[in-house]
């Protein structure tokens, strides 16, 4: 079965600083990761996917994470924080081959000016 | 270029009562997943389904939830006698089909509570 631990349920950065959320999963095949952001009273939008190609993946909105197998860590990092990046985000695998999603807890990011 | 849709946004029932929540998902998708997200925690996968067959249903609690998406019209959630427990964000996502990476893509969801 499929995990994800996003570690840090709630993250504090200033304006322009690097934004860093943390995700360890568990995988018995070769996973599907997903960084999705959920702002207030929205639905989740799709950052960025990893599925098995370049291991340095690059999203929406400055975002990018990176696949790194040996730690089956899956960080999602931004190099400078804007006002706009305060919402929630959740991290998520799934098998290659199959369809659910399991998702993280989630991370709370605020942006301090 | 509408998304996928999930109506009502907010829902308010008495316990006992029924929900019924509706999603239409993205025009060309044929696949529809229901998530159920409780207060502090992340997305829990309750079921899968394709016109007018339901492929997994093994996140579903085993009363009272049921699920379908007919040959027209919108996927529904059912929840029968509700209770308390059951006041959460019910998401629906939706995707091309096999072959897509697996791309979810979500509805704003519809915020159950119960009274």
């Known amino acids: 079965a499929q995990s994800v631990t996003q570690l840090g349920s709630h993250v504090s950065v200033s304006e322009g600083a690097l934004v860093l959320l943390r995700c360890n999963y568990s995988?018995?095949?070769?996973?599907?990761l997903f960084w999705y952001v959920q702002y207030p009273n929205q639905g989740l939008q799709l950052l960025l996917k990893?599925?098995?190609?370049?291991?340095l993946v690059k999203g929406i909105n400055g975002f990018e994470a990176e696949f790194k197998k040996s730690e089956t860590s899956f960080h999602l990092t931004k190099p400078s924080a804007h006002m706009s990046d305060a919402a929630e985000y959740f991290c998520?695998?799934?098998?290659?081959?199959?369809?659910?999603?399991?998702f993280g807890a989630g991370t709370t990011v605020t942006v301090r000016a | 270029n509408a998304g996928v849709m999930q109506n009502p946004r907010h829902l308010v029932r008495r316990r006992g009562q029924e929900a019924r929540l509706r999603c239409s998902p993205m025009?060309?998708?044929?696949?529809v997943y229901w998530y159920r997200q409780l207060p502090e925690e992340g997305l829990k996968f309750m079921v899968y389904?394709?016109?007018?067959?339901?492929?997994?249903e093994s996140g579903m609690p085993k009363e009272r939830f049921s699920a379908e998406f007919p040959k027209e019209g919108p996927s529904i959630l059912r929840i029968q006698q509700v209770v308390r427990g059951d006041s959460a964000a019910y998401f629906c996502?939706?995707?091309?089909?096999?072959?897509?990476?697996?791309?979810?893509?979500f509805g704003a969801g519809t915020r159950l509570s119960v009274l």
């Open positions: 995988s018995s095949v070769p996973p599907y």
């Open positions: 025009k060309g998708h044929s696949h």
């Open positions: 998520a695998v799934s098998k290659s081959n199959d369809y659910k999603l399991s």
């Open positions: 990893y599925t098995s190609a370049a291991t």
């Open positions: 996502a939706s995707s091309p089909g096999q072959g897509s990476g697996n791309i979810q893509y």
């Open positions: 389904l394709q016109k007018e067959n339901i492929i997994d």
